[in-house]
Structures are given as structure tokens and as C-alpha cells.
């Protein structure tokens, strides 16, 4: 059964306009191996770029943070935090790395991995949910809070400041935080990396009509829709949507809700929002953050936002 306040926020998100389904059904098992396909696209550049920056800078990332302890919120698969380790050991007498996850087994996979390959760093694994345990990971001093991809894009302006503040709250004057950020660049470069050519994003989009049917017991069906995605200029964000091709009706039993599609009739379904160094300062000013430096690669595509508190 679904709890109250998930409910509350599908029916609110249904209610607006354009319906909406949050981005983050989009990450089910199958979602979430479609989205590793994605990160190995032609089009799709935004990981090897960043993975690319990582290589290249991770020295200047962390002298520029004068960082003892590494922080990485939503451990990936950890082909990048080793890049940033690599450096800390090199600079380090007493390198730590906290891991904040929210799904345990994988943490401890992964905690496990990286004990085994970096045995003179210190491993803390915390199990929690980025937008509600943030607290658990305590106080530290020359701390590297990591967020890695694009996935602070997720949060158009207006959502994720709570999460954000939540963070503040447990960065010192010491601390850091490495935000990942797509660059805003030429529309066309930005459309071909969510319409790929082999339709890996489609089915990646498509696929949260089926987790939305798993959590509510709706009866969507995928062969009525189609994948969207384009640049808001004005936004400067990529939304993606599906749009239905033929009409048709779906229940929602957990939500007692019956949604009516006429053709044409979209859902979004995710934000990504690209930013400039300016951009991405006014967008986290309210949190009390400013940026402090800039790692992006020579074409501009991708950049590692290194940002630290306002003192202004
Ligand atoms: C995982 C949020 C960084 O916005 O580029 C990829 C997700 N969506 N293709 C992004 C995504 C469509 C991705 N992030």
C-alpha cells in the first residue's frame, strides 16, 4: 500500500499542468540499467565528460577544497569518487570517505569495494534518504560533500531548496560542495542527448508508466504514448514528456483517480535543468551557497561546481 504523503504528492502532481510523474520513477531496476545504457550513448555526453574533468583535475579538485574527508551522497556505481579518492591518498595522511545511500545492500557493496582497493582510507557508510536524514551524517571540518551527474538538475528552482538547506545546516565554513552541472550549450546538442538515435531514452522514458502502474496499481499502457524531450530556452531546462497517440483512459486505484488522454494530451516526466557558472550562483544563493570555482572540460559541456558557504 502506498503511505499517505506519497499519495498526496502523485494526486498533486497528476493535478497540475501538465500532469506530472516524478522524475524519480523513473529509476526502477529496469530504469536504472536503461539510464546505464544512456550514460554509454554517442549522444549522451554528460558522463564521460565528467568522468573526463575527474581524471584530469581531481588533484586541483581537492587542493582547491583543502579537503580531508570525502562525502558522497547517492554512491553511484563508484567509477568517480575513486578518481577524487586517488587524489585525497595522494595529499593525505588520514583520508576518509563517508557514503550516503539510501539502499543498504548497495551500500555495503559498495563501502566493501572500496575498502578493499583503498585500504589506508577510512570507510563510514550512512544509510538515509537525501531529502529527509541529511542530519545523519554529523559535522566534520575540510569536508567534500559530493553530488555528482546531473542529478542536482532534477530539481527545477523552487524544488529541492529543502534539501539543499537540510545540507547547509551540516556544512562547516571548511566544507565544500562538488555539484556536477550540465552546461547550458546549443539546443541541438542538448535535444540529440534525450532523442537518441537508438531509442534507449524513449524506452527509459516510457518505462515510468510502468513503475507508476507497480506503486498504484494503474493500468497504463506504454503502447499509448510516445517520448518527448526539449529545450526550454526561456527555463533554460530539459523536460521530457510523453505524449499520448490515441485516446485513452487509465485507472489509479491507490489514488481513486480516472485520467482521460486525448491525443496530443502530455505528461512531463522529468527536469534537467543546465546552468552556467552565473546561473548555477543564483540558483543556490538562497540556500547561503556561492560557487568558489569552476572545473569544466575545454568544450564547455559539463562543469564540477565547487561551492562552499556565503560568508557574505
Ligand atoms: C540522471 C538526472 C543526470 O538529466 O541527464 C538521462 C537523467 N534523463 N536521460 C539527466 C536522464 C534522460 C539524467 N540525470
Request: with cysteine.
Amino acid at each position: 500500500m502506498l503511505d499517505a504523503a506519497t499519495a498526496e504528492s502523485l494526486r498533486a502532481g497528476l493535478a497540475s499542468t501538465p500532469p506530472e510523474i516524478s522524475s524519480k520513477y523513473l529509476y526502477d531496476d529496469h530504469g536504472s540499467e536503461l539510464f546505464e545504457k544512456i550514460t554509454y550513448l554517442p549522444e549522451y555526453y554528460q558522463t564521460r565528460t565528467e568522468i573526463g574533468i575527474l581524471g584530469e583535475r581531481a588533484d586541483d579538485i581537492i587542493a582547491a577544497g583543502r579537503t580531508h574527508e570525502l562525502v558522497e551522497l547517492g554512491s553511484g556505481a563508484g567509477r568517480k569518487i575513486r578518481f577524487l579518492l586517488e587524489a585525497l591518498v595522494r595529499k593525505n595522511a588520514n583520508p576518509k570517505l563517508t557514503l550516503f545511500e539510501i539502499n543498504e545492500l548497495f551500500l555495503t557493496q559498495s563501502a566493501d569495494k572500496i575498502r578493499a582497493d583503498f585500504p589506508q582510507v577510512e570507510v563510514r557508510g550512512v544509510v538515509g534518504d537525501l531529502t529527509t536524514d541529511m542530519e545523519r551524517v554529523g559535522r566534520g571540518d575540510g569536508r567534500m560533500f559530493i553530488i555528482f551527474g546531473g542529478t542536482f538538475g532534477n530539481f527545477p528552482p523552487g524544488k529541492g531548496d529543502g534539501f539543499l538547506k537540510s545540507l547547509v545546516a551540516q556544512m562547516g565554513e571548511n566544507d565544500t560542495l562538488l555539484l556536477g552541472a550540465d552546461i547550458v550549450k546549443d539546443p541541438a546538442i542538448l535535444e540529440a542527448a534525450y532523442n537518441d538515435s537508438q531509442g534507449v531514452t524513449a524506452e527509459f522514458n516510457l518505462n515510468t508508466l510502468n513503475g507508476f502502474n507497480a506503486l498504484t496499481g494503474a493500468n497504463f499502457d506504454t503502447g499509448n504514448f510516445e517520448h518527448r524531450a526539449f529545450f526550454d530556452t526561456d527555463h533554460e531546462w530539459i523536460e521530457m514528456r510523453l505524449r499520448a497517440t490515441a485516446p485513452n483512459t487509465v485507472t489509479v486505484p491507490a489514488l481513486d483517480m480516472t485520467l482521460d488522454f486525448k491525443p496530443g494530451d502530455e505528461i512531463r516526466t522529468e527536469y534537467s535543468c543546465k546552468y552556467t557558472r552565473e546561473s548555477l550562483g543564483r540558483r543556490v544563493a538562497a540556500a547561503g551557497l556561492g560557487v568558489d570555482d569552476w572545473f569544466a572540460d575545454a568544450d564547455n559541456r559539463f562543469a564540477l561546481a565547487l561551492l562552499r558557504l556565503r560568508t557574505d
